[in-house]
Structure formats: C-alpha cells, structure tokens
C-alpha cells in the first residue's frame, strides 16, 4: 500500500543521494569536502536500509491492524488489541516520514559540494524524499481517528508538525 510505497520512494531517494556522494568524494575538486561526502554516504545508506525494512514493516502493521479488527467484530473485549496494532501501524510511516525529511536535508545539503553535472539527481532525490514523506503522513493522519489515547496522538502530532517544519 501506500506506506510500503512511501518507504520505497525514500529508499529511491537516499539511494540517489549516496550516488551523488560517491562520485563527487574522492574528486580533486571536492577533496576538500571528503568528511562531509562520507558521513553523507554512510547516513544516506543507513537510511536506505532502514527504508527497505520498513517496506515489509509497514505492509505487516497493516495485516496486524485487519487482523486486530476481525478479533475486534467477534470479541469487542479485544477492542485494545485494534488500538494497539494501530499505533505501531502508525509509528511505522512516522518513522519513514522523519528519515525521508532527514534524507532530503542531507540532499540538499550537497549540492554545493558535489559535481554540479549531478544536480539533477539530487533534484530528484529530493523531490522523492518530499514525496516519500508526504505518504507516509498520510498514513500517519489516516490511522489516527481509530486511536483515543490522547498522550500518544499528542506525541504523534508533534513528531507530524516538526516533519512538515
């Protein structure tokens, strides 16, 4: 679905990012720029794995939450369990969401340090990244009128307002 599609795109995004990086460290020109290039290869591909894992992550939250609903229709005592698989089918895309934001900081932050023959790419990793989080809080908004516990939708809209910035 959706989230799965968003921790994708992002996964597309640092993907770009940690190419750009790699072919502009190493250069003469951009020697000068080394540290910066390899912290934003490492992190870029941190989150690149990240991103995959919550591929699956995100589509098992979401068999979690059908399967919490079904118990839910036949034993309403089980109501806590909807609740609680729509939380963590919740945090899943937040989660994306702060990385892919983190992702197209580190992006834009490149620019100025890489070969300018790949703007380009970095537009388009950017441009995904943006995408990446713009999907996964919708999710996020979508699962939170199924959820009462008003401290968690506090926390959870806070994390939303900084990702948005």
């Not at 591929?55 to 939450?65: G, K, L």
């Not at 399967?67 to 005592?77: I, L, S």
């Not at 441009?127 to 809080?137: D, K």
Request: proline share 2%; charged share 30%.
């Amino acid at each position: 679905g959706g989230g799965s599609a968003s921790a994708a795109t992002g996964a597309m995004a640092a993907g770009l990012g940690g190419m750009v990086a790699g072919m502009s460290r190493g250069k003469k020109a951009y020697l000068q720029y080394e540290r910066e290039l390899s912290d934003a290869i490492a992190k870029l591909a941190e989150f690149r794995e990240y991103f995959k894992a919550a591929i699956d992550q995100d589509a098992e939250s979401f068999n979690e939450v059908m399967a919490a609903f079904k118990k839910a229709k036949e034993h309403p005592e089980a109501q806590a369990e909807v609740e609680a698989a729509t939380k963590e089918a919740t945090l899943i895309p937040l989660s994306v969401a702060e990385k892919a934001r983190e992702t197209r900081r580190i992006l834009e932050s490149l620019r100025p340090i890489t070969n300018p023959r790949m703007a380009s790419d970095l537009t388009v990793g950017v441009s995904l990244a943006r995408a990446a989080a713009e999907g996964a809080l919708a999710n996020v908004e979508i699962n939170l009128g199924d959820i009462k516990d008003e401290s968690f939708l506090a926390d959870v809209r806070k994390r939303v307002e900084i990702v948005r910035g």
